[in-house]
């Protein structure tokens, strides 16, 4: 059974258009998270729910806006897309640790291939 | 922000032979974790290691945090190792809230 799971795996698009990548957990996890990988690997943080509650929204175009309908879903979606969006989107998901809140082990999805032409 | 270095980041090896892989961090942290991404791009969770050593199979992982760095070390290679390896360090971010950075990642090739 998939732990983590993206919908689309690829996904090729006009400038301009939006778009919407979805994710599920199965796993029971509180927390949730949207990661972009650039082309060259880099992987950084973009948003987290913690039990549908926004927790981090990094310094991302508010074309960017996630939806958390219940705490095993995190969708992502994306208003006017521009060619620097092209990256491959990975959702993730954790359970804090109850003593600290620290993060506990992460467990991503395969991933979403976008490109914007 | 906190600053993850990797090294080496770029490693050829060939099959069956160790290797380690580094990661400086430049302030102290709450946590680490070491990934996988194989080169069909799945990111795998190897070890969560805030300190000490841990050992699964031909892998193993050993953080020093108090000396800001930590090892991973790869024995009897194989080609299904090949990939880029992350480190990730977690800090507080305020407000209850904690959270990741990557490193650049170390890119290993075995070849038989």
């Known amino acids: 059974d998939t732990a983590v799971s993206q919908t689309p795996k690829y996904l090729v698009t006009q400038m301009g258009n939006d778009k919407s990548i979805k994710c599920e957990q199965n796993?029971?996890?509180?927390?949730m998270y949207w990661y972009k990988q650039d082309s060259k690997k880099f992987l950084k943080i973009m948003f987290s729910y913690n039990n549908k509650e926004l927790i981090i929204n990094e310094t991302v175009p508010n074309r960017f806006s996630p939806k958390s309908p219940d705490k095993a879903h995190l969708n992502l979606h994306i208003n006017s897309l521009e060619l620097g969006d092209s990256a491959v989107y990975f959702c993730?998901?954790?359970?804090?640790?109850?003593?600290?809140?620290?993060?506990?082990?992460?467990?991503f999805g395969e991933g979403s291939r976008l490109t914007v032409l | 922000g906190i600053q993850v270095e990797q090294s080496p980041p770029d490693l050829i090896l060939q099959e069956g032979a160790n290797s380690t892989l580094r990661c400086n961090f430049s302030?102290?942290?709450?946590?680490l974790q070491w990934f996988h991404q194989n080169p069909w791009g799945q990111l795998i969770n190897l070890f969560y290691?805030?300190?000490g050593t841990k050992q699964n199979g031909r892998l193993s992982a050993t953080t020093v945090a108090t000396e800001r760095y930590s090892l991973l070390y790869i024995s009897s290679s194989q080609t299904t190792d090949s990939g880029v390896y992350f480190c990730a360090v977690e800090t507080y971010s305020g407000a209850g809230s904690y959270q990741l950075t990557f490193g650049k990642g170390t890119k290993l090739s075995v070849i038989p």
């Open positions: 993730a998901s954790s359970h804090p640790l109850a003593e600290t809140g620290q993060t506990g082990e992460l467990f």
């Open positions: 290691i805030p300190s």
């Open positions: 796993l029971g996890h509180d927390t």
């Open positions: 302030d102290s942290v709450n946590n």
